[in-house]
């Protein structure tokens, strides 16, 4: 049987590291957005 302490912590660290995802992922596209920018302007 798992103590809940540990289930929830569980749970708030996997959710922290789903938004960890999420943020990255939304950098990432907004890097390659902007260098697709400039290039597009550069020439």
């Known amino acids: 049987m798992l103590d809940p ?6 749970v708030i660290g996997g959710q ?10 939304l950098f990432v596209h907004v ?3 902007l260098r697709e ?3 597009l302007h550069n020439t």
């Open 31 to 33: 890097i390659t957005t």
């Open 16 to 25: 922290r590291l789903s938004g960890l995802n999420e943020a990255l992922a």
């Open 37 to 39: 920018f400039q290039l």
């Open 5 to 10: 302490p540990a289930t929830g912590r569980g």
